[in-house]
Nanobody, 123 residues
């Protein structure tokens, strides 16, 4: 089992940047594929980016390609999401999640979830 805690959200102007962190408990962080998801008011929770256990494979939603970067540091039990060139439509609660096995993009395939961190982008 793993517990996840997100941090780094906040209010930023359009075009700005933020760096989200997801700190994991336990000594088996490196055995989990990880993902960042977001949920805007009235909308479904959707994948933003995902990363394999080693960090060698990554996935990005089309809406964030070229602007966001997912990474992980297994020695620190932490995953990151660098958000650049932010747009008002990026406003959402951002969640990190973990799963065993292969990296996937399906929300339902992730077992463990953090509590979320709010990102608000003003125009």
């Amino acid at each position: 089992q793993v517990q996840l805690v997100e941090s780094g959200g906040g209010l930023v102007q359009a075009g700005g940047s933020l760096r989200l962190s997801c700190a994991a408990s336990g000594r088996t962080f490196s055995s989990y594929a990880m993902g960042w998801f977001r949920q805007a008011p009235g909308k479904e929770r959707r994948i933003v980016a995902a990363i394999s256990q080693s960090g060698g494979n990554t996935y990005y939603a089309d809406s964030v390609k070229g602007r966001f970067t997912i990474s992980r540091d297994n020695a620190k039990n932490t995953m990151y999401l660098q958000l650049n060139t932010l747009k008002p439509e990026d406003t959402a609660i951002y969640y990190c999640a973990a799963k065993t096995g292969i990296t996937t993009v399906a929300t339902k395939s992730y077992t463990y979830w953090g509590q979320g961190t709010q990102v608000t982008v003003s125009s």
